[in-house]
Nanobody, 124 residues
Framework: VQLQASGGGLVQAGDSLRLSCTAT???????MGWFRQAPGKERQFVTT????????YYGDSVKGRFTISRDNAKNTVYLQMHSMKPEDTAVYFC???????????????????WGQGTQVTVSS
């Protein structure tokens, strides 16, 4: 499946932003994840969601501030970000892996398909 991430931009600390990840294929067969990579740092897990959207899991640094959701009818996954901090600045990537119901993945090497990334910059 091909993925296209969008919605990045420049925001101020405390602001909200929503990213979208749209697939060309049928996304309902895939667990999805969001990762981010800041300059000079390794790619970091942000959040993941099962193919039906029934279970989610978040990295500690975003828990309580970010929400992942999906609309399989639109083949789109969203990342809603609130109370943003300068340390959230990074390129955000969405990723997909074909899987069975009820499974999600937190490691980047578990995913097979990646979007191109969208830049998010949070100013202080």
């Amino acid at each position: 499946v091909q993925l296209q991430a969008s919605g990045g931009g420049l925001v101020q600390a405390g602001d909200s932003l929503r990213l979208s990840c749209t697939a060309t294929g049928i996304l309902s067969n895939y667990a999805m994840g969001w990762f981010r990579q800041a300059p000079g740092k390794e790619r970091q897990f942000v959040t993941t969601i099962t193919r039906a959207g029934t279970r989610t899991y978040y990295g500690d640094s975003v828990k309580g501030r970010f929400t992942i959701s999906r609309d399989n009818a639109k083949n789109t996954v969203y990342l809603q970000m609130h109370s943003m901090k300068p340390e959230d600045t990074a390129v955000y990537f969405c990723a997909a892996r074909w899987t069975v119901t009820g499974v999600y993945y937190t490691r980047d090497d578990d995913y097979t398909d990646w979007g191109q990334g969208t830049q998010v910059t949070v100013s202080s």
